[in-house]
């Protein structure tokens, strides 16, 4: 089974995770820039933090043989605090770089008038630069979070296959599916979807235009519940071919329409990774 994980924050994880995943069959990741849970109080700590997810922890990834590629964004909380939002004036000069696939993520956390307005700005700037975006969708009120966030799509002028809207579940995502925007799944150990409800999801919505990710970071989360997620649809009935179009060639169409997508090296450390401890600094020292 080769896995495409097309949401996890990477840079809260550790190298067990990356050799965990690269031995399971996880060869390309796309890591979106979000809240680091530690509020930041000024642009530079969002600079330094795009930097690191198109510079350091590609490099990181590659040891393991799994591509790395990122999505850069102001997230919908920070947009809420002035410190922040001189950020989005930054953006541009990094959705022109070339491991950059997506704007993301973008969208509610609590549907405030900043949020909308940061939105909005961003979604044009997807269009301005010819890139999908990544829509997270809130966790609280997330019915009408999602209804409102299909409105500010559909306003935007972006195409909607170029936008996946992520965090869905059973409430959710017949909405998302009459939109024609792409519909992402976060699978969780304990909240949000698991992999059996996962299953049901796919027999009643088919295949098109699903993504299913780990979104693991620094909270309790998993990064292998894409491959269960995978096993949970061989034990259900799907064919082979029908979990290998869900985990791997459904991101790749997604992302691919960045015209950025580069999976050079995608499984070039599977199962052995090729992380030789000399090859890969330290962060420490
Ligand atoms: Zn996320």
């Known amino acids: 089974m080769r896995v495409f994980d097309p949401h996890i924050h990477m840079t809260s994880r550790t190298t067990d995770d990356y050799a965990r995943m690269a031995a399971a069959g996880v060869r390309a990741v796309v890591e979106p820039a979000f809240w680091l849970g530690q509020p930041r109080t000024n642009p530079g700590s969002f600079t330094d933090y795009f930097d690191s997810l198109i510079g350091w922890e590609p490099y990181r990834a590659a040891q393991f043989g799994v591509v790395h ?117 976060s699978i969780y150990p304990e909240t949000k979807m698991s992999p059996p409800r996962m299953v049901e999801i796919l027999r009643q919505y088919g295949l098109d235009r699903m993504l299913v990710n780990s979104a ?42 960045s015209g950025r997508l580069d999976l050079t090296g995608a499984g070039a450390g599977a199962g052995e990774p090729a992380f030789a401890g000399s090859s890969i600094k330290r962060g420490g020292d």
Not at 223 to 236: D, I, Q
């Open 216 to 257: 693991a970071d620094w909270g309790v989360s998993d990064p292998l519940l894409t491959l269960e997620t995978g096993k949970a649809m061989l034990a259900a009935g799907f064919t082979d071919d029908d979990v290998d179009r869900v985990l791997w060639r459904n991101p790749v169409e997604f992302y691919g329409q």
């Open 69 to 185: 590629h990122a999505t850069i964004a102001l997230n919908p909380k920070e947009a809420n605090d002035p410190r922040c939002r001189p950020v989005l004036d930054l953006l541009p000069r990094y959705l022109d770089k070339d491991r950059v696939v997506a704007v993301g993520e973008i969208g509610y956390d609590s549907m405030t008038p900043e949020e909308d307005d940061a939105f909005e700005r961003q979604l044009a700037l997807a269009v301005e630069h010819d890139l999908p975006a990544l829509v997270h969708t809130p966790h609280r009120d997330k019915a009408r979070g999602t209804r409102r966030t299909l409105e500010v799509v559909a306003g935007s002028g972006i195409a909607p296959e170029r936008v996946a809207v992520d965090h869905l579940n059973e409430v959710t995502v017949g909405m998302v599916h009459d939109s024609g925007c792409w519909m992402g799944f």
